[in-house]
């Protein structure tokens, strides 16, 4: 069992930052791929990033390639989502997920067992 405790959403305007981090408890962190998918409201969860417990693999949507970047410190049981240029179209609740997984990564929500309970990014224009 993985509980996962997102922080660092927020209100900010276009074109700034924001870094989002997943806190994981358990000793066995390295062993999971984790992801971070967004939902605005009325809308279907996205994918947005995922990297594997190794830290080799990482997959990005292509709205967020090069304006996001996902990383993970094993050490301290965290992963963090790097959030620059921000836009409003950006704006959802922000989720962590988990799956098992050293040396893979998936983009598909269905495949991840292990949720956090979402951060609010708000990007005013």
């Known amino acids: 069992q993985v509980q996962l405790v997102e922080s660092g959403g927020g209100l900010v305007q276009a074109g700034g930052s924001l870094r989002l981090s997943c806190a994981a408890s358990g000793r066995t962190f390295s062993t999971y791929a984790m992801g971070w998918f967004r939902q605005a409201p009325g809308k279907e969860r996205d994918f947005v990033a995922a990297?594997?417990?190794?830290?080799?693999?990482?997959y990005y949507a292509d709205s967020v390639k090069g304006r996001f970047t996902i990383s993970r410190d094993n050490a301290k049981n965290t992963v963090y989502l790097q959030m620059n240029s921000l836009k409003p179209e950006d704006t959802a609740v922000y989720y962590c997920?988990?799956?098992?997984?050293?040396?893979?990564?998936?983009?598909?929500?269905?495949?991840?067992?292990?949720w956090g309970q979402g951060t609010q990014v708000t990007v005013s224009s």
């Open positions: 990297m594997s417990g190794d830290g080799g693999i990482t």
């Open positions: 997920a988990a799956t098992r997984g050293i040396r893979g990564a998936t983009v598909k929500w269905y495949e991840y067992p292990y």
